[in-house]
């Protein structure tokens, strides 16, 4: 199995971004399960799903140092939704006349993905400094905070919980890959593929023309939340109830709540958070997200 990963995971990873980071989430899970069966499948998910991230064109460098700085310089953009409303108004996108795989006809979402992905941008396909300066393992810790504050600024967002689990999928792919190059460009399409996805949820998960429009979260909040979190650590003492929303809830409570919940995503984000708490120094950032549940989306009149 070791020789299969090494062999077809590099050019799979070229395209994590599609059904929603799933494929991705499916072929790292089951590398973190040890699940032969389940990476098979998962590879079998890439195959057949992928979306590629990779540039048609060299695009510029992005001179950030963190992950956080690139949100941060995504969130100091002007008009992103009005790019992303043009892009699928484009003739070109229609599902209808495109080379789109014809079951993301009337995905909603899967479908804005692809067609931001297709169109290009440098925020989207520009390289950030930081996935070749650093570290790996500092990559995938900078990851992890940046999305986990992106998260918290839209508290139980449906989509962006995909990225607190895709990141957990991109860990143990980058961690079953030899070659640190292979590591460094899975990184990159990863990061990629998330951006994209979350500008397309700029537009909120089933939009229609006419709709309010969400907007990707501002750069103030999330630098508001860098403060408020980055040296937050949980001291043993439990959280303050009548502070609930602000200081979550503590993890006994949490896993007795995702054992019982009927949104499956729900167990999956205690999951990812609790197991980055004890490693990150109980910081606190990662038990607040995990009391954020997610709500099932209702599709009964939308394609999703």
Known sequence: MHKTLQTYLPELMQGPAAALLHSLIHTGWALDAGNRTMEIEGMAYLAFANVSCVPASPQPTLEDATPLETLVRIS?????????????GKEEYDPKKSLFHPELEGTGLQLRVACLLAEGHPLIH???LWVDRMGIKEIIH???YALTLLYLAQPGDFVLLHALTGMWGLEHIVESLDDERDQRNAIAHTW????????GNTLGLFYKPGD????????AILERLHATWEKRIDDGKAPDKSKAQEDGKPWAVLFKKALV????HNPKLVYVMNRLWPRNGR??????AASHFTETP???????
Do not use: H
């Open 261 to 264: 919940d009927r949104e499956e």
């Open 298 to 304: 209702k599709i009964s009149t939308t394609k999703s």
């Open 76 to 88: 100091k953009t002007r008009k992103l939704e009005e790019w992303v409303l043009k892009v699928l």
């Open 142 to 144: 900078q990851m992890y």
């Open 126 to 128: 520009g390289r950030p």
């Open 212 to 219: 309010n429009i969400p907007g990707f979260p501002k750069a």
């Open 283 to 288: 910081q606190a950032l990662y038990r607040v």
């Open 192 to 199: 990629t593929a998330i951006v994209a996805t979350a500008l």
